[in-house]
């Protein structure tokens, strides 16, 4: 199909370079200089769309370029005897040891995060009879609710609510 388009972008061409000469010469014999022809709009529109065509053709011919290396290429790989098994599935190796240095690196982090978690579980043990100790008694706490505005106490209140509300039930349940 790309053959029938550029015989068709050819074949227009050719009619808008035709009817640019008999414009030229139409313009001559009228006795018009070159500023005039430069300016008459029926030149400016047959030259815009000569121009538009030789673009079009560019294209095409580039589109012919790249299918023809294309092509070359498929021929060239299909003319290559296939791989032996032990090369094709090198090929697969390659591919899979990229991921593996990934998931190293997870194991890594993985393996520091496994080191803090077991550090925290003695910082906790140390923290929790230390922890009766800073506790601090409720009528201590209420003074901060209290300093707490207005806004924030109201969704608290209907979060507590909420929970006795469920809890009651599950006693129900």
Same mark, same amino acid.
């Given at each position: ?7 068709? @972008?050819? /074949? ?5 370079? !035709? /009817?640019?000469? $008999? ?23 047959? !030259? ?7 673009? /079009? ?8 370029? /790249? ?51 077991? @550090? =925290? ?34 969704? $608290?209140?209907?979060? $507590?609510?909420? =929970?006795?509300?469920?809890?009651? @039930?599950?006693?129900?349940?």
């Amino acid at each position: 199909m790309g053959a029938r388009k550029k015989e068709a @972008q050819e /074949r227009q061409k050719a009619y808008f370079e !035709r /009817r640019l000469e $008999e414009r030229l010469s139409f313009l001559s014999k009228k006795g018009t200089e070159s500023p005039g022809i430069d300016k008459d709009t029926l030149v400016k529109k047959l !030259r815009a769309n000569i121009r538009a065509i030789n673009d /079009r053709l560019k294209a095409i011919a580039a589109n012919e370029k /790249r299918t023809a290396e294309l092509a070359k290429i498929k021929a060239e790989k299909a003319a290559l005897p296939p791989l032996p098994k032990d090369q094709a599935e090198g090929k697969g190796k390659k591919s899979k040891e990229a991921p593996e240095e990934g998931k190293e690196k997870k194991r890594k982090k993985e393996k520091e995060k496994g080191q803090d978690q077991e @550090q =925290k579980p003695e910082e906790d043990q140390e923290k929790k009879p230390g922890q009766e100790k800073e506790q601090k008694p409720e009528e201590e706490k209420k003074p901060e609710e209290e300093k707490k505005p207005e806004e924030e106490k109201k969704p $608290e209140k209907k979060k $507590e609510k909420k =929970k006795e509300k469920k809890q009651e @039930q599950e006693k129900e349940g």
